[in-house]
């Protein structure tokens, strides 16, 4: 990608809303993120060895894949991800919801003309989706909801494949939101947690500056706090607190996905405890006047969050001295 080229296109999503994940074993991390992080399972893709969790705010804040020797494809053939990239446990892409179809079209448009290099388009049937890597090899899904009854298609009795690929010229791209601005959530009670949303991640940076001008021009998201030295900064979409934060690698942490962190509605503590009678142990505990947090791994030793905002306006405000308070625990 020429950096010189990309100040136009700017997706501008509203909100991060899933993470997908590689994994080493889907069972395995498909129960953690049930029964730790309370999301249901929504969905599954016995084809490309995938699965899907969510408590309702979108069809998955979650998406899991099984690493393996073979490259995954979906209807048709139609290659979803290459062998190549699945050789390790980490991450697969970040989900960036748009406000509607034509909000996408129109950016990728800019995006093709401005020389930025598109990895993939495709429909999923329940979004339609432009793929695009960052300079640091993160990959990116800017998405619009196809539809508002996706359960008609994410639902645990289907199995069948979903996704093929999407030509956004085909047909005048549409005007309408289908997300559900008030979702009806549900809740997994004995879990240990009760998530509402996924609501940031953290990648560390090799450039920050690079990186961060990728977010910014192609992907559309604004600074809302930053370090003084530049080795921090947060970025939002149109509708959150703050989606991304982006850090600069030193000799403790290396380049790549650092931590996703996902919204709770409850008390950490009886979390805590619950976790304390399942045999696992929280990494480290923060708490500020932004937030409350709690730090685990997950089966694959990656980093999750789960956090209780006290004060949104304070979340942001102290963000940075929130990431830095918990950095030096996460190396």
């Not at 998955?60 to 490259?71: Q, R, S, Y």
Request: proline share 5%; with cysteine.
């Amino acid at each position: 990608m020429n950096d010189e080229t990309v100040a136009a296109p700017r997706f501008s999503p509203r909100r991060l809303a899933h993470a997908n994940l590689f994994v080493t074993e889907l069972d395995r991390s498909m129960m953690f993120y049930h029964r730790v992080c309370g999301f249901e399972e929504v969905a599954r893709e016995p084809g490309i060895s995938a699965g899907f969790l969510t408590n309702g705010n979108t069809h998955h804040d979650l998406g899991l894949m099984e690493i393996g020797k073979e490259t995954r494809t979906g209807v048709g053939g139609y290659v979803q991800v290459a062998e190549s990239r699945m050789k390790r446990a980490g991450l697969n892409h970040f989900g960036w919801e748009l406000e509607n179809e034509k909000q996408l079209v129109d950016a990728y448009h800019r995006a093709v003309a401005a020389g930025v290099k598109i990895h993939r388009t495709t429909d999923h049937q329940v979004s339609h989706s432009v793929y695009v890597f960052d300079p640091e090899g993160n990959l990116n899904e800017f998405y619009a909801d196809a539809m508002t009854d996706w359960r008609s298609v994410f639902n645990p009795e289907l199995t069948d494949l979903i996704s093929s690929h999407w030509d956004p010229d085909l047909a005048p791209p549409s005007e309408t939101p289908n997300y559900n601005p008030d979702p009806d959530l549900r809740r997994v009670d004995d879990a240990a947690f009760h998530s509402l949303r996924i609501t940031h991640a953290a990648l560390v940076a090799r450039d920050i500056d690079r990186l961060r001008r990728f977010y910014e021009d192609v992907g559309g998201l604004t600074p809302v706090a930053e370090s003084d030295d530049g080795d921090f900064v947060c970025l939002k979409g149109t509708s959150a607190a703050y989606d991304l934060v982006l850090m600069a690698a030193d000799d403790g942490l290396a380049p790549g996905l650092h931590h996703v962190s996902f919204e709770v509605d409850d008390d950490l503590d009886r979390g805590e405890k619950v976790l304390a009678d399942s045999g696992l142990e929280a990494r480290q505990r923060i708490d500020n006047a932004a937030k409350h947090s709690i730090f685990l791994r997950d089966p694959d030793g990656l980093e999750v969050e789960f956090c209780r905002p006290l004060d949104r306006g304070a979340a942001v405000a102290l963000a940075i001295a929130g990431e830095k308070a918990m950095r030096p625990y996460l190396v």
